[in-house]
């Protein structure tokens, strides 16, 4: 097996990354939500979170999510255009379909779709309003239900301060730019409020690219002594054209072109999401909490092969969401347990027409669920779960009207052990699924008969972590069994269910505060994603790598200028849909980023540089057709060097 050298350099950072003394102090917990679904400590928690704090956030100098988690955590991170309007978050190693098999939550809202394949929109994450991140590693199927199956990531937002306005304008390459502006106040009753806007334009690095970008976030919240409310709303407009992909030769004449096929390609969406949420404590142990949720997304697109040109074409989703929960937190001999018992109940109006017919879809997504964390003694405790879904479906095409229906039952067990304030050890089991989307149980393209089972699976983890002021430590091995597991087949044009699939991996991550102005960080990742059984038993998932890792550094210079710089590594990959494992395969590669703040009094002057080293590559591929219907490797070209440079101003 062939390491990439960029991979033997970063094992040997970590490994050079960890001291052989360390203060004996330890860091108080910290509170999570992802565990419960409601705030706890991380202590009790049998899995792997790991926080990205607003500190990080803008030590990164990062203007986009895409940017922020490629390489962190466990994250392995595909754009189709080298932005984050088309890009993946890949967990436990799915590639195509990680869109459907990684939750991404803002504040517990849902941005998957469980209706159809669109992946979640990265975009919609301004990262000036988010406070913190965290990523859960592993299944959360048993507490968050659909489509958590290799990971999470929660988005936690701002809440509003006292009465503070901000002003950002940014430039950067390929005539970029964008304009924000932010108030908020506490009002000091009760009530506060916060106000948001932004503009974004570019060219982007490649022809028939151009994107521009308008994003509105209104929040309003009241608290009050047992409890609180708040409303929030957000306004998405999106235009962007779309360049399609590029064979190998194309690459080598000229990596920014869009090939003729595709020039008029385009993708235009509307979004409008609002949100209505309460928490009210309930005597002395019990809270409740829940929120209610309308999301509607209206887009026009085309999308053209290369052997014939595309149609406009459009999509419309309409979601409406529930998600009560009960809270209590009961006094035990041995500690505080943690019981949480909710439902999740979703109804999807989804409609898509093109030049191939009409796909709509009415789809309704019930869940029930518990989970009871408790300590078992002072250094012990214990997590079990269970859920029950409901799925039922109504298809209508140009030649059938079906009705699809399924439910699942799943569970999860985990244990903590903690004997001493430095030092935790956990195990967990948790059974997980995902239900098929409409353009997964039909395919208006190629005709394929209706129905396609859904999936389901069960993941094993144990991990270790050692936390001390100036190391902090973790270790996680994993399995993940699936059965069914739900992939697109480029060879024969269909969605298919993979009889049986296994990943098994192991995630060192490490932080080093070499001395107060100066730290570094990394992690290294290996993941052996294989199908176990069927007709592609032995063969490699697509656009998985086996090996990544990540290398990173924060530089105080002075009290008022800082360096960040990291440098993120990938081994090679089979390319999407190819599951005979017989076209080219996507190289690996390894780039540098990095960058800079300076800041005085109310002014903040950030550069970010991306890919520092100038590196040619490609972030993506997919098995394609030339216009002869030959199957090729195509190939999605990331951006060359590149930065950003942006001017803030808080009053």
Same mark, same amino acid.
Not at 171 to 195: E, F, T
Not at 268 to 287: A, D, E, P, V
Not at 385 to 401: K, L, P, Q
Not at 499 to 513: A, K, M, N
């Given at each position: 097996?062939?390491?990439?050298?960029?991979?033997?350099?970063?094992?040997?950072?970590?490994?050079?990354?960890?001291?052989?003394?360390?203060?004996?102090?330890?860091?108080?917990?910290?509170?999570?939500?992802?565990?419960?679904?409601?705030?706890?400590?991380?202590?009790?928690?049998?899995?792997?979170?790991?926080? &990205?704090?607003?500190?990080?956030?803008?030590?990164?100098?990062?203007?986009?999510?895409?940017?922020?988690?490629?390489?962190?955590?466990?994250?392995?991170?595909?754009?189709?255009?080298?932005?984050?309007?088309?890009?993946?978050?890949?967990?436990?190693?799915?590639?195509?379909?990680?869109?459907?098999?990684?939750?991404?939550?803002?504040?517990?809202?849902?941005?998957?779709?469980?209706?159809?394949?669109?992946?979640?929109?990265?975009?919609?994450?301004?990262?000036?309003?988010?406070?913190?991140?965290?990523?859960?590693?592993?299944?959360?199927?048993?507490?968050?239900?659909?489509? *958590?199956?290799?990971?999470?990531?929660?988005?936690?937002?701002?809440?509003?301060?006292?009465?503070?306005?901000?002003?950002?304008?940014?430039?950067?390459?390929?005539?970029?730019?964008?304009?924000?502006?932010?108030?908020?106040?506490?009002?000091?009753?009760?009530?506060?409020?916060?106000?948001?806007?932004?503009?974004?334009?570019?060219?982007?690095?490649?022809?028939?690219?151009?994107?521009?970008?308008?994003?509105?976030?209104?929040?309003?919240?009241?608290?009050?002594?047992?409890?609180?409310?708040?409303?929030?709303?957000?306004?998405?407009?999106?235009?962007?054209?779309?360049?399609?992909?590029?064979?190998?030769?194309?690459?080598?004449?000229?990596? /920014?072109?869009?090939?003729?096929?595709?020039?008029?390609?385009?993708?235009?969406?509307?979004?409008?999401?609002?949100?209505?949420?309460?928490?009210?404590?309930?005597?002395?142990?019990?809270?409740?909490?829940?929120?209610?949720?309308?999301?509607?997304?209206?887009?026009?697109?085309?999308?053209?092969?290369?052997?014939?040109?595309?149609?406009?074409?459009?999509?419309?989703?309409?979601?409406?969401?529930?998600?009560?929960?009960?809270?209590?937190?009961?006094?035990?001999?041995?500690?505080?347990?943690?019981?949480?018992?909710?439902?999740?109940?979703?109804?999807?109006?989804?409609?898509?027409?093109?030049?191939?017919?009409?796909?709509?879809?009415?789809?309704?997504?019930?869940?029930?669920?518990?989970?009871?964390?408790?300590?078992?003694?002072?250094?012990?405790?214990?997590? *079990?779960?269970?859920?029950?879904?409901?799925?039922?479906?109504?298809?209508?095409?140009?030649?059938?009207?079906?009705?699809?229906?399924?439910?699942? /039952?799943?569970?999860?067990?985990?244990?903590?052990?903690?004997?001493?304030?430095?030092?935790?050890?956990?195990?967990?089991?948790?059974?997980?699924?995902?239900?098929?989307?409409?353009?997964?149980?039909?395919?208006?393209?190629?005709?394929?008969?209706?129905?396609?089972?859904?999936?389901?699976?069960?993941?094993?983890?144990?991990? &270790?972590?050692?936390?001390?002021?100036?190391?902090?430590?973790?270790?996680?091995?994993?399995?993940?069994?699936?059965?069914?597991?739900?992939?697109?087949?480029?060879?024969?044009?269909?969605?298919? /269910?993979?009889?049986?699939?296994?990943?098994?991996?192991?995630?060192?991550?490490?932080?080093?505060?070499?001395?107060?102005?100066?730290?570094?960080?990394?992690?290294?990742?290996?993941?052996?994603?294989?199908?176990?059984?069927?007709?592609?038993?032995?063969?490699? &998932?697509?656009?998985?790598?086996?090996?990544?890792?990540?290398?990173?550094?924060?530089?105080?210079?002075?009290?008022?200028?800082?360096?960040?710089?990291?440098?993120?590594?990938?081994?090679?990959?089979?390319?999407?849909?190819?599951?005979?494992?017989?076209?080219?395969?996507?190289?690996?590669?390894?780039?540098? /980023?990095?960058?800079?703040?300076?800041?005085?009094?109310?002014?903040?002057?950030?550069?970010?540089?991306?890919?520092?080293?100038?590196?040619?590559? *490609?972030?993506?591929?997919?098995?394609?057709?030339?216009?002869?219907?030959?199957?090729?490797?195509?190939?999605?070209?990331?951006?060359?060097?590149?930065?950003?440079?942006?001017?803030?101003?808080?009053?």
């Amino acid at each position: 097996m062939k390491i990439h050298p960029g991979y033997r350099l970063a094992s040997a950072c970590l490994i050079a990354l960890t001291p052989s003394t360390v203060p004996a102090d330890t860091e108080l917990p910290s509170l999570i939500v992802s565990a419960s679904r409601t705030e706890q400590p991380s202590l009790l928690t049998p899995a792997s979170i790991s926080i &990205i704090s607003r500190a990080e956030i803008e030590q990164s100098a990062a203007q986009n999510l895409l940017q922020l988690l490629s390489g962190r955590h466990g994250i392995q991170v595909s754009s189709l255009f080298g932005d984050a309007s088309q890009a993946t978050l890949d967990m436990r190693g799915f590639g195509p379909s990680a869109g459907a098999n990684t939750l991404v939550l803002v504040d517990g809202r849902r941005l998957n779709n469980a209706s159809d394949r669109a992946d979640p929109d990265l975009n919609s994450i301004d990262l000036h309003r988010v406070e913190r991140i965290e990523i859960l590693q592993g299944s959360a199927g048993t507490l968050y239900g659909n489509q *958590a199956v290799g990971g999470m990531v929660n988005i936690i937002t701002r809440e509003p301060e006292e009465l503070t306005a901000k002003a950002s304008v940014g430039v950067g390459s390929y005539n970029g730019y964008n304009l924000y502006a932010d108030i908020s106040n506490n009002l000091g009753n009760g009530l506060s409020y916060r106000l948001s806007a932004k503009r974004r334009e570019s060219d982007n690095f490649r022809e028939n690219n151009d994107t521009n970008r308008n994003d509105l976030n209104l929040r309003l919240d009241y608290d009050h002594q047992s409890g609180g409310l708040f409303f929030e709303h957000q306004c998405v407009d999106d235009d962007q054209q779309t360049p399609g992909s590029l064979f190998r030769e194309e690459l080598e004449v000229d990596r /920014n072109q869009s090939a003729t096929a595709y020039h008029g390609d385009f993708s235009n969406s509307k979004s409008k999401i609002s949100r209505f949420g309460l928490q009210q404590t309930l005597g002395l142990y019990w809270s409740v909490e829940g929120e209610l949720t309308y999301r509607d997304n209206e887009r026009e697109f085309q999308s053209s092969f290369r052997s014939f040109p595309g149609s406009p074409s459009s999509q419309e989703r309409e979601v409406k969401g529930f998600n009560p929960r009960l809270i209590g937190v009961l006094p035990l001999s041995t500690g505080d347990a943690t019981l949480t018992a909710g439902a999740d109940f979703e109804r999807t109006d989804y409609a898509l027409e093109t030049s191939f017919g009409p796909q709509l879809l009415d789809q309704s997504v019930d869940a029930f669920y518990l989970q009871l964390t408790a300590p078992m003694t002072s250094w012990a405790s214990a997590t *079990a779960g269970f859920r029950h879904a409901r799925i039922d479906n109504i298809i209508e095409t140009n030649t059938s009207h079906d009705r699809l229906d399924d439910s699942v /039952n799943v569970g999860s067990l985990g244990i903590t052990f903690r004997p001493t304030g430095a030092f935790r050890l956990f195990l967990r089991l948790d059974e997980n699924y995902r239900f098929a989307t409409v353009d997964e149980h039909t395919n208006v393209v190629f005709g394929q008969p209706i129905g396609i089972e859904n999936q389901t699976g069960t993941s094993y983890e144990a991990g &270790i972590e050692w936390r001390q002021p100036a190391l902090r430590s973790k270790l996680v091995i994993y399995r993940l069994n699936l059965e069914n597991e739900i992939s697109f087949d480029a060879s024969g044009f269909v969605n298919t /269910n993979l009889d049986e699939t296994r990943r098994e991996g192991v995630i060192l991550e490490t932080r080093w505060q070499v001395k107060q102005t100066f730290s570094l960080g990394g992690n290294l990742n290996y993941t052996d994603p294989t199908i176990t059984d069927g007709a592609f038993k032995g063969h490699h &998932i697509p656009l998985v790598a086996n090996r990544s890792a990540q290398l990173n550094g924060d530089w105080q210079i002075a009290s008022q200028w800082s360096l960040f710089a990291e440098s993120v590594f990938s081994s090679e990959r089979v390319i999407g849909g190819d599951f005979n494992n017989r076209l080219q395969r996507l190289p690996g590669y390894g780039v540098v /980023n990095a960058g800079s703040h300076y800041r005085s009094g109310p002014w903040h002057l950030s550069l970010r540089i991306d890919n520092l080293l100038d590196k040619h590559y *490609a972030n993506s591929a997919s098995a394609g057709f030339d216009a002869s219907f030959t199957q090729r490797a195509a190939f999605f070209p990331a951006p060359e060097r590149n930065f950003w440079l942006n001017l803030n101003y808080r009053l």
